[in-house]
């Protein structure tokens, strides 16, 4: 069965401090890959995304991941973090890109 | 160009009622998604219409739900007799035809609570 798996229901950083969310998925074929950002009470934003070629994305805010299709991980990465980054991340494959399956989410909390 | 508009924000219905969720979707996008968040749970694909079909709705209720996008207007998530598991924030995105990049643009969301 497919699934998508984020380990981390909330994370705590210092602000500045480096980030990695963690995001593993198990489907028969490589999906695409999806991070999406909500902040409270808003819509969802995307991130960035992966289809295939360069397994390190560049994404929107400071933010990458990388693909590692061994792991089946995509991890969300940002090497200095602002407290505006507060907020819950959501991992979200897609066979065919039409139909997100989202993770449970993580809730990113930054200290000052 | 204004993005995914979704309305009510905020809609209260008692048990039996009916729920009616409006979603616009950006100027030129002709793919409409829903989803649902559950309190404490992700977003939950619910169903995938494009102008006057639905595409996929594996993920719709089986009863008391039913989604439209007409040639003209919005698209319409209709929750019949509603009840309280009902309450959730339900989200609506869309995307142009024809997308590479299948990216979802994604509502502000309806927040529906059911008392």
């Known amino acids: 069965a497919q699934s998508v798996t984020q380990p981390d229901i909330h994370i705590t950083v210092s602000e500045g401090a480096s980030l990695e969310l963690r995001c593993n998925y198990s489907?028969?074929?490589?999906?695409?890959l999806f991070w999406y950002v909500q902040s409270p009470g808003q819509g969802l934003q995307l991130l960035l995304k992966y289809f295939s070629g360069d397994t390190l994305v560049q994404g929107i805010k400071g933010f990458e991941a990388e693909f590692k299709r061994s792991q089946s991980s995509f991890n969300l990465r940002k090497p200095s973090v602002h407290w505006s980054d507060a907020a819950e991340y959501f991992c979200a494959p897609s066979i065919g890109g039409n139909k997100l399956t989202f993770g449970t989410g993580t809730q990113l909390k930054v200290e000052l | 160009n204004a993005g995914v508009m979704q309305n009510p924000r905020h809609l209260v219905r008692r048990r039996g009622q009916e729920a009616r969720l409006r979603c616009s979707p950006m100027k030129g996008h002709s793919h409409v998604y829903w989803y649902r968040q559950l309190p404490e749970e992700g977003l939950k694909f619910m169903v995938y219409?494009?102008?006057?079909?639905?595409?996929?709705e594996s993920g719709m209720p089986k009863e008391r739900f039913s989604a439209e996008f007409p040639k003209e207007g919005p698209s319409i998530l209709r929750i019949q007799q509603v009840v309280r598991g009902d309450s959730a924030a339900y989200f609506c995105a869309s995307s142009p035809p024809n997308s590479r990049d299948y990216e979802q643009y994604f509502g502000p969301g309806t927040r529906l609570t059911v008392t």
């Open positions: 489907y028969g074929a490589t999906p695409y």
């Open positions: 219409l494009q102008k006057e079909n639905i595409i996929d």
